[in-house]
């Protein structure tokens, strides 16, 4: 089967959320052939170049979203009017609320056909003519948007928009739109492929959107983190690229509507757990087609430190730790001030916070004030007027002399704390079940589904429950063997690569039993019904008779005998070769013959790094 695996700055770039997992895909499901259509996200993205690359991956093809772009393509009478048409009618549905969509999502489901026609009539143009990402940005564009901001109905968080805004907006549009104008759709590019595995939302599904429309292929959207839920928290006014209200308002429409049109289109959808299925169900995706599909995770590294965990072996039972990127959304703050309540109950309790802080000012400046906080909250403590002081909060990272590895980190303490207040998947928790610990959590995202009752959870900005949490774990340490152990167990039955790839492999083979099947015309009778024996067993057995056509061809034309048939061939002739065919063996997934790695490039592509994951 040959696998078109479409992604929005990850896979097989160096940098990136999703490059990991889709590594382990690919390398896990290695019967399978891999077309990898890539889309980056910034320069440094691709400077930092390609991690290695499996023989499976047959060929990479990327495309930049960050640069402005444009072919200078300038469209004639009969193409602008084409483009006005198309453009008004996404643009409506775009400008539009869905009134009704709580009494039956009526207004929904026909905004997001409106939207539909507008988005495949522009991919239809940019196919036959090109010139979309110039159209995008022109006068007529701006133009287009300035009216339908102003007309009767437009929602009202729009109405307010200025030039600057539309302008804002209309690069915006072109760059999720971006897409629409890439030469892979054709024989040799998504036309090729037997299925189209987008590996997030939005921007990264646009190409199995048109792979579907032009070529019937099926669309399979895999969603760890929900694009929509991630855009509107880039985009707000705390977000790392804060815009004005009415930009933010269109470009939420906009990523509404296209995340509906991708659940419409998809035959299946994988959350990567029930909060993203939530989110995605709001978005109009039928249930019908959701079905989770846990993230895999390495467990190696963490295996030596939970075998001994089942053994008895549980750390400092006095030390409190916490894992992850130091950002505001982690409330470290609530943390900080729940250890001093813990203190005054356990006076020899220490707390870890093990992490850097995550990219941007913001995240900086908060870690500076974390750092103040505790220095404030936890004076340094002496043993007697001799001694050095000491603090019972410390901050530090991975590769230092208190935690040289991960697995260091979570061996450092008996108890592991989360204390966040806005999160998706909880990987740092998965690490500490794999690890075997104990665990405190707040309760948001998929932080229930994850636990699965094998840790503590408590309500978020509550420092007072999270402290009596972690005081009842400190002051047990029987209890923390056992939820340790079960949380262990929990981890190696549903989040491991193993579960994650075999999930994938069997959705896999059930869409490509159910895909149109596209068989040459001499396989086929005149009703389209395949005819038996059109692809001999021998057909399928690379060797000089099957040099005449790609995967699977009609046995050579036997000679004219004379006379008779014999009964039974002479010793001289081989015998038939029997080989094993597959049952729902069709020309979609016919095997083929390998093929050289081809990387080609849309604009400025990486090379080939040498860095693995």
């Known amino acids: 089967m040959r696998i078109g695996l479409l992604t929005d700055g990850g896979y097989p770039y160096a940098t990136g959320e999703s490059r990991l997992w889709c590594d382990r895909l690919v390398r896990g499901l290695a019967q399978h052939e ?109 133009r287009i948007l300035e009216s339908a901001c102003h007309a009767p109905g437009a929602r009202r968080g729009v109405r307010g928009a200025t030039v600057p805004d539309y302008l804002l907006f209309a690069d915006q549009l072109e760059r999720a739109l971006r897409p629409l104008s890439l030469d892979w759709y054709d024989d040799e590019g998504l036309g090729a492929v037997d299925l189209c595995h987008a590996t997030t939302g939005g921007s990264a599904a646009l190409p199995g959107l048109l792979a579907k429309r032009f070529f019937g292929t099926p669309l399979l959207v895999t969603e760890y983190g929900v694009q929509l839920r991630a855009h509107y928290l880039a985009a707000g006014p705390g977000g790392d690229a804060p815009l004005r209200a009415p930009v933010r308002a269109l470009l939420a429409a906009f990523q509404g509507r296209l995340a509906a049109e991708v659940y419409r289109q998809a035959a299946v959808i994988t959350p990567g757990n029930t909060h993203a299925r939530r989110w995605q169900e709001r978005c109009g995706a039928d249930r019908a087609k959701l079905r989770t599909v846990y993230p895999g995770m390495e467990t190696e590294r963490f295996a030596a430190l ?12 006095r030390t409190l730790v916490w894992v992850g990127r130091i950002e505001p959304a982690k409330d470290l703050i609530s943390l900080l001030h729940a250890f001093a309540d813990i203190r005054k109950e356990e006076p020899e309790a220490r707390l870890r916070i093990i992490g850097a802080a995550a990219q941007g000012a913001e995240a900086t400046a908060y870690l500076a004030h974390c750092r103040a906080l505790a220095a404030q909250l936890f004076p340094d403590e002496a043993a007697d007027a001799h001694a050095v002081g000491d603090n019972c909060v410390s901050f530090e990272e991975v590769g230092g002399p208190g935690a040289p590895e991960l697995v260091d980190a979570y061996a450092a303490g008996g108890v592991i704390v989360l204390s966040s207040i806005v999160e998706g998947f909880p990987v740092s928790l998965v690490e500490a079940m794999f690890c075997g610990r104990a665990t405190v959590s707040t309760d948001v995202g998929a932080v229930v589904e994850v636990i699965g009752g094998t840790g503590l959870v408590v309500p978020p900005r509550n420092p007072r429950a999270l402290a009596d949490a972690c005081v009842a774990l400190l002051r047990d340490p029987r209890r923390r063997e056992r939820l340790g152990a079960a949380a262990r167990a929990r981890a190696l039955e549903l989040f491991t690569v193993e579960q994650n790839v075999a999930a994938f492999h069997g959705i896999y083979l059930e ?51 004379p006379g008779p048939e014999p009964m039974v061939p002479p010793v001289s ?21 390998s093929r050289p790695t081809e990387a080609v490039a849309v604009g400025a592509g990486p090379a080939l790094g040498e860095s693995d994951v």
Do not use: K
């Open 306 to 317: 939970g075998e001994r965990e089942a053994g008895g072996d549980s750390g400092d039972p």
């Open 34 to 142: 891999f077309d990898v259509y890539a889309l980056s996200r910034s320069a440094h993205q691709e400077g930092n170049g390609w991690i290695q690359l499996p023989p499976s991956v047959q060929r990479v093809r990327t495309a930049p979203l960050w640069s402005a772009q444009g072919d200078g393509r300038a469209y004639g009478r009969r193409e602008r009017r084409r483009f006005v048409g198309h453009f008004e009618e996404l643009i409506t549905a775009v400008r539009t609320p869905d009134e009704g969509a709580e009494s039956g999502g009526g207004d929904r489901a026909r905004h997001t056909a409106a939207f539909a026609e507008g988005l495949y009539g522009l991919a239809e143009l940019a196919r036959d003519h090109g010139g979309l990402a110039t159209a995008l940005r022109s006068e007529t564009a701006v």
């Open 511 to 561: 869409l490509i039993s159910h895909a149109p099947v596209r068989r040459p015309a001499e396989t086929v009778d005149a009703h389209g019904e395949p005819l038996p024996f059109a692809n001999p067993a021998e057909a399928y057995v690379p060797g000089h008779w099957t040099a005449g056509r790609a995967g699977g061809v009609p046995a050579p034309a036997p000679a004219p005998v």
């Open 573 to 593: 002739m081989p015998r038939p070769l029997t080989v094993p065919v597959p049952v729902a063996m069709s020309s979609t997934a016919r095997p083929r013959a």
